[in-house]
């Protein structure tokens, strides 16, 4: 019954070395160039009212911020995001019951107004 040291000759525990679990995911994500975009990006700067009506149900509350940010920057591309931002609110607005509740959810109103704070106040960071 010899113990066995680890490597560095110090530690405690009889002798084990120490251990790490490592989750991974591996994700591939091909992304084409802009211009292969360009019809779903119109038809999202057009059609976002009712694009958002059906992504809102169905969206996971995690993904929501996700799906904001890539909102929020497709329309700032096009100057449009005050646009977005305000038609989101509304939206919201509609929505609620509970003024005390009013953007504290995880809707898209919520998140993308958060996201636009942090792309447009980072330069001031």
């Known amino acids: 019954g010899r113990k066995k040291s680890n490597s560095s000759g110090s530690g405690s525990g009889g002798g084990r070395l120490p251990a790490m679990r490592v989750k991974a995911q591996c994700v591939v994500q091909r992304v084409l160039p802009r211009g292969e975009y360009a019809a779903f990006e119109e038809y999202l700067t057009s ?34 995001e005050m646009e977005l931002l305000q038609k989101l609110c509304e939206m919201e607005i509609r929505k609620t019951d509970d003024p005390a509740l009013m953007f504290r959810s995880n809707s898209f109103a919520s998140k993308a107004v958060d996201q636009y704070m942090k792309l447009v106040g980072a330069g001031y960071l």
Do not use: C, D, N
Not at 54 to 67: F, G, H, N, R
């Open 47 to 80: 059609h976002y009212e009712e694009v958002l009506g059906i992504l809102q149900p169905v969206v996971a509350a995690k993904e929501k911020e996700s799906v904001a940010v890539a909102l929020i920057k497709t329309f700032m591309g096009r100057g449009m």
